[in-house]
């Protein structure tokens, strides 16, 4: 009865769901594949994703899955390495045969493995990679199957100069970026969008991932007259760069992209960490909706954790998982291409952790998110809080996923029940296997 309640909420009349999911009614399961990597510098990214994917995924089956067959997460680890990513997304798509896949954290391992997803025409929903360049590199194509539920870079940076330069009056920025194509691409976005301003930074240096001692940049920074430091690199090395800092006496913002707020800085850093700034979607200890307060209460329970790791990182992959199940049911069948329209395409409104979206994707937009849903995350005795307080309010707004929105009504969705108060499971409808 449950699982009749959610497809009628979704206008999905029983011939068109048996349409829908004729073409693999021989499987009893919808693959969906998620892939990140769960050690080392990136690993609490990967760790966050994985959980918050599992969540939704049983929240999901509980209440009979898609047409009545249960979701399937085909996990893997792509260790942070470019070439392992593509053997994965080969994989994933060619052996497993999923229908779409959620998944990378690193913006160098999705670069070299989004061409697996658009050859193949499978649909990829990345929820953490924030590389500027990753859903531009097949917009001029007929048809991109690269979609996002993440802040791109140039967004975040955007964001960041905005307070220093603008609100703050710190024009000195030096950037220290580490050697990866994260580091890389975050490079290029600041010093592109400083030139916009006529302006250029008084300092860069390039790092190697987990170098022991930053003295030596940092020293360098300093002697140039820094008066922010804008830093592109994952959790510890930003923990390097904060203690480094400290250590030395030197009383400097410091600012970069969301991995400011991630757990591996704060809690290696320290005290060291107090006063570094960041851009957020989503800020664990700030004011929650009904689904973020859902999700961080299961997280931490499953997870005997009291923060998570990367918690904008677990509310988009959960967001991506809600979204991609609402273009499940409205697609006209289980292929690649019907996914992708679909996504483009939603009639749906989809209210998740990070916001409510209202036609997230449009055929010239694979980007759900946009810098004007972002507030300012700051670090303060281990957490991260909001800046400024009044953004606490914003956080809970039903238009936070856009600027603009298509103008006509569309209706909300019931794609899944809220899981503050999960449905019990219920029977498969006759029009499924």
């Not at 892939?35 to 929240?59: D, F, P």
């Not at 009979?64 to 399937?72: A, D, L, S, Y």
């Not at 600027?403 to 006509?408: F, N, R, T, W």
Request: with cysteine.
């Amino acid at each position: 009865m449950v699982m009749r309640q959610i497809l009628v909420a979704l206008g999905l009349a029983t011939a068109s769901i048996s349409a829908a999911y004729a073409q693999a009614a021989q499987s009893s399961v919808v693959k969906i594949g998620m892939n990140c990597t769960y050690e080392g510098g990136s690993g609490e990214m990967g760790v966050s994703v994985r959980a918050a994917l599992r969540i939704a995924v049983k929240e999901i089956n509980d209440v009979g899955g898609v047409g009545g067959r249960k979701i399937e997460l085909v996990e893997r680890d792509d260790k942070a390495k470019p070439d392992v990513g593509v053997q994965i997304a080969e994989d994933l798509v060619n052996k497993e045969k999923v229908v779409a896949t959620i998944g990378y954290c690193n913006s160098g391992v999705a670069a070299k493995a989004i061409d697996v997803y658009q050859k193949a025409k499978v649909p990829l929903i990345i929820p953490v990679a924030t590389g500027t360049a990753i859903t531009k590199k097949f917009a001029a194509e007929p048809e991109n199957y690269v979609f996002r539920v993440a802040m791109p870079d140039e967004k975040q940076v955007e964001f960041i100069l905005k307070e220093l330069i603008d609100k703050r009056g710190l024009s000195k920025i030096a950037v220290l970026a580490d050697d990866t194509g994260y580091g890389e691409g975050g490079l290029k976005d600041v010093v592109r969008l400083l030139e916009k301003r006529s302006m250029k930074p008084v300092y860069i240096s390039r790092f190697k991932l987990n170098s022991p001692d930053l003295s030596g940049p940092l020293k360098e920074a300093r002697a140039a007259g820094t008066n922010a430091i804008f830093v592109y690199a994952l959790g510890p090395d930003i923990a390097t760069i904060t203690k480094g800092k400290q250590a030395m006496g030197w009383n400097v913002q410091v600012a970069g992209a969301w991995g400011v707020g991630f757990r591996n800085h704060i809690d290696v850093a320290g005290s060291a960490s107090d006063g570094a700034i960041m851009p957020q979607t989503f800020i664990q200890d700030g004011v929650l909706n009904e689904r973020g307060t859902s999700l961080i209460l299961q997280y931490v329970k499953q997870n005997n954790v009291r923060n998570i790791p990367c918690a904008m990182c677990a509310a988009q992959a959960y967001d991506a998982m809600y979204i991609l199940l609402n273009a499940l049911f409205q697609a006209k069948d289980m292929s690649g291409p019907a996914i992708k329209d679909a996504l483009e395409n939603l009639n749906q409104r989809v209210t998740g952790v990070v916001g409510t979206y209202n036609h997230p994707y449009t055929k010239q937009d694979h980007e759900a998110l946009d810098g004007s849903i972002l507030v300012l995350g700051q670090v303060k005795s281990g957490v991260v809080s909001y800046a400024n307080p009044g953004d606490s309010r914003r956080s809970i707004l039903s238009s936070r996923t856009k600027m603009q929105v298509k103008p006509e009504v569309v209706k909300t969705s019931a794609a899944a029940p809220s899981p503050a108060a999960p449905a019990k499971a219920a029977a498969a409808p006759a029009a499924s296997k």
